[in-house]
């Protein structure tokens, strides 16, 4: 099991930015992909974006697109999530989590990720 840890949430304005990051104790970090979701209350888990290994080819959800920019830096084994324009709608704890095994590509099936963060809260006010 890869141990994951979030950082980098809190409360923050609407119109505001946060960076997430998330810390593998992998030591094959950048052959894993990785990705981040969210979970509201009363709600599903959401997929919000994820990065394949090595180079790292990007998806976004829906939630995702156009304000929110996942990346990597594989020696430093951390992906990050820059979150910009952030609405209310965007509160959320926010998982971070890494691919079922090394070398496999995902998109935003939540089967396709074995590990889990504990995650970290974002609350957006209005």
């Known amino acids: 099991q890869v141990q994951l840890v979030e950082s980098g949430g809190g409360l923050v304005q609407a119109g505001g930015s946060l960076r997430l990051s998330c810390t593998a104790s992998l030591r094959t970090f950048s052959s894993y992909a990785r990705g981040w979701f969210r979970q509201a209350p009363g709600m599903e888990r959401e997929f919000v974006a994820a990065i394949n290994w090595g180079g790292g080819a990007t998806y976004y959800g829906d939630s995702g697109k156009d304000r929110f920019t996942i990346s990597r830096n594989n020696a430093q084994k951390t992906v990050y999530l820059q979150m910009t324009s952030l609405k209310p709608e965007d509160t959320a704890v926010y998982y971070c989590?890494?691919?079922?095994?090394?070398?496999?590509?995902?998109?935003?099936?939540?089967?396709?990720?074995?590990?889990w963060g504990q995650g970290t809260q974002v609350t957006v006010s209005s």
């Open positions: 989590a890494a691919a079922r095994g090394p070398f496999r590509t995902v998109k935003g099936d939540r089967d396709d990720f074995g590990s």
